[in-house]
């Protein structure tokens, strides 16, 4: 079987590395992502908020080259495009006005039927955790992950249908398969500031502090997120918040698929390790897992 | 041959005003088998009624049809003026040409036209209608309270004190219920227990109450003043007839950590216990799933120390048969527990950490922290370390009020019972503080809103309207974070101990219950009244009835209110020896019969059942339908699914509506 | 059919049969009375102890007879009086209606609807949207056609067959 991949803005841009990591780890594992032949911007954040139909055509006109390049399923792996993604689905699927609207707009038809996965939910569902238990060969044993989720991946929820909004599980139960282990802790779900980074840096300093405090509460080594923006912030912003609130913050800052593709033995540098501003090796050389 | 008399009423000016009532007199002279008809202005009125019982003598009449107001309103009335005449009360038809003809319609002479029409379309009925005998059943003068907290034992006590026999089952080793549980209550801060446990013993010593404890009801047959029940003694492993209730058993059993029902998991008890000090009967009960002997085959300590020998191992489950006239429905509640393994099978509060963290209490738990015959005794000390807490958080509406949780009712108790609670800490907690989150203080009741004002007031607890979005634990403290929505600020709150008044749910195990007694249930399993105004007690299975909070959330006085109704209700009943029905009861012609069974499936009463006919040799010749007259409620659903028409219903026969519907376009 | 022809607005006017239960339906219908709510005339109600007790023969026969529009109303879904009945009605009378469209009924001329005891302005509304429905229908004949030939209480002359089957 093999998928339409929808990689987004992000992952061709500052998130390279959730690119690659996600590619090799599909690669290993036998998953054949295919990129959609001229896909466009899913709208992002800027479309709905302009205009609904636009933030609504944009997402649904990518799903629309999909099924007409023959997939019935497409993988998203950043949180935003996957948000929008299922959001269109939903909306045209629910309004008859809305489907003939973005009917119009795109100029194709909307009768469609195309899955939307988030790629861990590509190896939740699609790979199965039995599976996927079995080729990790290089165990992340002794590494205490605290996993973030963010808002877009689960919000909101009868839309995402990924997992339960208030205490989602789904990261920790591929974060434990590969060994590591996945602590609790109570900023899963908050918000990082999002896009405020840009007009309003000093809400994204204070959020992003508060989660990446409870996550050294916890006891967490790394932070892993499935979102590039909420990476850019929580990684990007770590100085910038040392110097405002005066303490060092040096917490590395992975993609899950980074670390599942530690756990399958692939080259750290291959999987984009380097590019973090937060260095991540000294943490996991310490931990043996490098 | 028919002789119909038509009496067209004038209501006053009411139908007279739109509907030419002597017109309507003359034309319904011309019809077919009407010997007699009038106009008048009271038809209802004592000349009127003269009027018709004077013409049925005089011209011999088969059967009237009152031309006048809605059968709603007046049937009863005309019907018994003609039973007066020896005519049958069922061969008097009603013509609503007012309600649903002169107060309606504008143009005088398309009412009247449809005023005719209407009296036609009766006088065809009439002519077919049978003098019906209404059905008599007699009275088993006994009821079944099913339920042994308040509202049971309310009940039980009022319909035993009316010198009617009750028979009481509670599934639980004692009676009590939850309010048991309690430590003071709202609005008068009276100890729960103190004006409970009298009642108790009362229930338990009456001499009309036969009280069965750690019992369920097993199967429940039969119909209004004669229902067949089975209960189910569950095995106890102690002879109640010989236990002295002295305890040593308890002192002995080596299991001494099993979490305590009674004490919401902040206590613990012994395989063997009675669940509370003042539990009534006051005899233990063995947990089997516990007990070292039934684990291990093994132990028996408790039978070694018991000097009267009450210990019997090989008890096992005992079914009795009772005949009852009546059942009371006093099941009760459960509350809703945050946890993701449901019992309800609702989804669970993730934002407050599912029920893992010790110091997330819920109010019942509260109750036993404050009660001084809980597991503290009284002194308020949080589940995790035994520190006092000195800033507590209460949230209201956790469950209830939320569709996402899928409780969207309010459970009403709770505004109370946490201001009760903010009071109840600050007098043992001087030095504390009380955070309320509410959504809106609902205080209706006597002596109510001002028991929450003296809570905020003079007890000074703070009360943010807003919800809670999320409890973390930082440390020894528990953050609460949520929305102050009067100020339009976020609070964050460091707690050290939080209660959750979760939501009033329905009892687990209620669905199969209410199957077994043909109640009625909505879609959170609260058992349905048979109408929410007017008959607030009753159930749509004649003689069950219903009280407390298996209905809906209720307060206590509320649940002793309905029990005291329903006992009222339940004397009403048996105080007749013979019930009367009116006899629209559907009935199968054997002959046509073909025995498909549809109807058994269709009947919601279950009144419907197989009937094997034999020959005189006793060999099989078919089966056929049954029906159960004192069951059948007359919908006539069987008849509609019948593919042989074999089966018809007294009072709407097909000869009947088919001539109302012959009748009408002539 | 007579009407008084010289008050009739209208160049037709249909006869409408309502079946209705006797514990929503029939007590919303005196409800709109009590409230003076006004209504279109064509209608006749038939009360039944439950919309469960409604089988298509009742419906048939009203048009049979004449009808050129059918009305069921019972009371809401988990309202019924005895639990059950207007499911069974339902059921019924979706299965019906098609039956009705594949024998080529204008199954406008047929509706259902839930109308408690307290709608009382529901009633009033829906008999005069029914009526205004079917009377832009026109009248039924298709049925009365061929009820004539066997309608027991006309007692017309039977014409030849081959004359309405041409």
């Known amino acids: 079987m093999n998928y339409g991949y929808f990689p987004g803005c992000s992952l061709h841009a500052t998130a390279k590395e959730f690119n690659d990591s996600t590619k090799l780890v599909c690669d290993k594992l036998d998953l054949e992502l295919k990129e959609i032949d001229k896909w466009i911007c899913c709208g992002a954040t800027p479309a709905h908020t302009t205009n609904q139909e636009l933030g609504i055509a944009l997402p649904f006109a990518n799903l629309q080259l999909a099924a007409d390049q023959g997939f019935d399923t497409v993988v998203a792996p950043c949180a935003a495009c996957f948000n929008r993604l299922r959001s269109a689905d939903f909306e045209v699927k629910h309004s008859g006005y809305t489907a003939e609207r973005v009917g119009y707009i795109t100029g194709s038809r909307t009768d469609i039927n195309v899955r939307i996965l988030h790629i861990i939910q590509l190896f939740r569902d699609e790979y199965g955790y039995s599976r996927l238990k079995e080729v990790f060969s290089k165990p992340l044993k002794g590494l205490k992950v605290a996993n973030y989720y963010g808002c877009l991946l689960l919000r909101p929820s009868l839309v995402m249908k990924l997992d339960d909004p208030e205490n989602p599980v789904i990261m920790d139960e591929l974060t434990n398969l590969t060994g590591a282990e996945s602590v609790p802790w109570a900023f899963k779900t908050e918000c990082c500031g999002a896009s405020l980074a840009i007009p309003e840096t000093e809400i994204v300093l204070d959020l992003s502090k508060k989660i990446i405090d409870s996550a050294k509460n916890a006891g967490a080594d790394v932070i892993a997120v499935a979102c590039p923006l909420c990476h850019a912030n929580l990684d990007m912003r770590q100085k910038q918040i040392g110097k405002k609130f005066g303490a060092d913050y040096s917490t590395p800052v992975l993609y899950i698929t980074q670390l599942l593709g530690l756990a399958l033995g692939i080259d750290p540098s291959k999987l984009g390790l380097d590019s973090h501003l937060v260095d991540p090796y000294p943490v996991l050389r310490a931990k043996n897992i490098l | 041959m028919a002789r119909i008399g038509v009496f067209v009423c004038h209501c006053g000016e009411n139908i007279g005003r739109t509907v030419d009532c002597s017109v309507v007199a003359k034309e319904s002279a011309k019809l077919r088998d009407v010997v007699y008809s009038v106009d008048y202005k009271y038809m209802c009125s004592d000349p009127g009624q003269i009027m018709v019982k004077d013409a049925i003598k005089k011209h011999n009449l088969t059967g009237v049809v009152i031309a006048s107001c809605s059968p709603l309103m007046h049937e009863k009335t005309f019907r018994r003026a003609v039973q007066e005449t020896e005519l049958s009360p069922f061969l008097c038809e009603m013509a609503n040409i007012r309600e649903q003809c002169s107060w309606v319609h504008e143009d005088k002479v398309l009412a009247t036209k449809k005023a005719v029409d209407l009296v036609r379309l009766m006088v065809e009925k009439v002519k077919r209608n049978t003098p019906l005998e209404p059905i008599r059943i007699p009275v088993t003068k006994r009821a079944l309270v099913i339920g042994g907290g308040i509202a049971g034992i309310q009940a039980a006590l009022d319909i035993a004190d009316g010198n009617q026999e009750v028979v009481m089952v509670e599934k639980s080793p004692s009676i009590g219920g939850h309010m048991a549980q309690l430590s003071e209550t709202f609005p008068t801060l009276d100890c729960s227990q103190c004006i409970l446990t009298p009642k108790m013993v009362s229930a338990n010593s009456h001499k009309n109450i036969k009280l069965y404890t750690y019992t369920e009801v097993e199967s429940v047959t039969g119909y209004i003043g004669n229902f067949d029940v089975t209960l189910r003694k569950k095995a106890r492993y102690v002879d109640d007839s010989i236990c002295s209730g002295c305890g040593i058993c308890q002192e002995k059993c080596p299991q001494k950590k099993i979490s305590s029902e009674f004490n919401t998991g902040l206590g613990k008890r012994p395989a063997i216990y009675i669940p509370f000090p003042q539990a009534v009967p006051n005899i233990p009960v063995i947990d089997k799933e516990r007990c070292t002997y039934f684990k291990n085959g093994k132990c028996k300590a408790c039978e070694k120390f018991c000097d009267r020998n009450a210990i019997k191992f090989d008890q096992t489950d005992e079914f009795i048969n009772i005949k009852v006239g009546a059942i009371v429905v006093a099941t009760g509640y459960e509350m809703y527990n945050i946890g993701k393994n449901n019992k309800n099978g609702i989804k669970g509060y993730g934002e407050y950490g599912c029920g893992e963290d010790p110091d997330i209490i819920d109010s019942l738990q509260f109750e036993r922290l404050l009660s001084a015959s809980g597991p503290t005794f009284g002194e308020v000390k949080r589940p995790s370390d035994g520190k006092v807490p000195e800033t507590v958080v209460f949230l209201q509406c956790v469950g209830s009020r939320d569709k996402a949780k899928g409780m969207e009712y309010c459970s009403k108790i709770c505004c109370m019972y946490t201001a009760k609670h903010t009071m109840l800490y600050k007098h043992k907690v001087h030095h504390g503080q009380a955070f309320v989150f509410y959504l809106d203080i609902r205080a209706g009741g006597k002596n109510y809103d001002e028991f929450v004002r003296r809570a905020i007031e003079e007890d000074g607890a703070i009360y943010l309207r807003g919800r809670v979005s999320k409890i973390y634990r930082e440390g020894d403290k528990l953050i609460v974070k949520g929305a102050d929505t009067l100020s339009g600020s976020q609070v964050e709150i460091a707690a050290d101990l939080v209660v959750l008044a979760t939501a009033i749910t329905a009892q687990p195990d209620i669905v199969p219950l209410a199957q077994k007694l043909g109640v009625g249930y909505d879609k959170y399993h609260f058992l349905s009244e048979a109408h929410p105004k007017l008959k607030p007690v009753e159930t749509n299975s004649a003689g069950i009835f219903l009280a407390g909070a298996c209905q809906a959330p209720k307060d206590i006085p509320e649940s002793v209110a309905q029990a005291s109704a329903a006992a009222a209700k339940v004397l009403g009943l048996c105080s007749a020896t013979e019930l009367e029905r009116e006899p629209y009861v559907a009935k199968v012609y054997e002959s046509t019969c073909a025995g498909c069974g549809f109807c058994i499936e269709a009947c919601p009463y279950k009144a419907i059942d197989n009937k094997a006919i034999v020959n005189r040799q006793g060999k099989l010749i078919k089966n056929v339908a049954y029906i159960n007259q004192g069951l059948c409620q007359g919908c006539g659903t069987c008849l509609s699914v019948c593919r042989s028409k074999s089966i018809d219903l007294a009072g709407f026969t097909d000869e009947q509506i088919f001539s109302e519907i012959n009748s009408l376009f002539v | ?166």
């Open chain 3, 1 to 166: 059919m007579s009407q008084h022809k010289e008050t009739i607005k209208h160049d037709f006017e249909p006869n409408i049969v309502a079946f209705v239960c006797n514990w929503c339906t029939y007590t919303g219908a005196d409800l709109a009375g009590t409230s003076r709510l006004k209504y279109e005339p064509n209608v006749r109600i038939i009360r039944l102890p439950c919309t469960g007790r409604i089988d298509y023969n009742l419906l048939l026969k009203a048009f049979e007879s004449g009808a050129d529009g059918v009305l069921v109303s019972g009371c809401h879904p988990n309202d019924c009086h005895y639990n059950l009945g207007n499911f069974h009605a339902r059921r019924r009378f979706t299965v019906f209606r098609q039956l009705l469209d594949f024998v080529g009924i204008d199954i406008r001329r047929i509706q259902f609807a839930w109308v408690s005891a307290a709608e009382g302005a529901k009633w009033a509304q829906l008999v005069t949207q029914v009526t205004n429905e079917v009377r832009e229908l026109g009248p039924f004949t298709n049925y009365k056609r061929i009820s004539e030939l066997s309608f027991p209480y006309k007692e017309l002359e039977p014409e030849p067959l081959e004359e309405v089957t041409a």
